[in-house]
């Protein structure tokens, strides 16, 4: 097994089913209130439990992205929680979260160079 082998799988697995258990709980709210998360800006153009339905199918196919293309669906990982960071920034609430969506990007990011590495190796 190459040094980078383990690592890689392990990203893939956390930034695979992650993205889908959050996109499926956009569905129930069972782990928090989604829409609470929303800028009132965003919250005035749509109904905020539509648009965190299709926020949860984006995520739900990001994270099958994440399992069979890691890099294409890492990529997209990486690119929607800079997107969600900035959107909570902007907003001027949830700081905390923001840093934590930063970090995951950096994460989903080093699964797309490890999974490019080691697809040239």
């Known amino acids: 097994m190459s040094n980078t082998l383990a690592p890689q799988k392990l990203l893939r697995i956390t930034y695979g089913l992650v993205p889908i258990v959050a996109g499926l709980d956009k569905f129930t709210n069972l782990l928090t209130n989604w829409s609470s998360y929303l800028d009132d800006r965003l919250k005035s153009l749509m109904d905020p439990s539509l648009f965190m339905k299709l926020v949860g199918i984006v995520e739900i196919v990001a994270g099958i992205l994440v399992l069979v293309r890691p890099i294409v ?11 969600i960071a900035l959107q ?7 700081y ?15 699964l ?3 999974s490019r590495k080691s697809a040239t190796a």
Do not use: E, K, P, S
């Not at 669906?73 to 997107?83: D, N, S």
């Not at 995951?104 to 990011?109: F, L, Q, R, W």
């Open 88 to 94: 909570l920034i902007l907003g001027g609430h949830y």
């Open 112 to 114: 797309v160079q490890l």
């Open 73 to 83: 669906g890492g990529t997209i990982v990486a690119l929607w929680l800079v997107a």
């Open 96 to 110: 905390d979260v923001a840093v934590r969506d930063l970090v995951m990007a950096v994460g989903a990011y080093t």
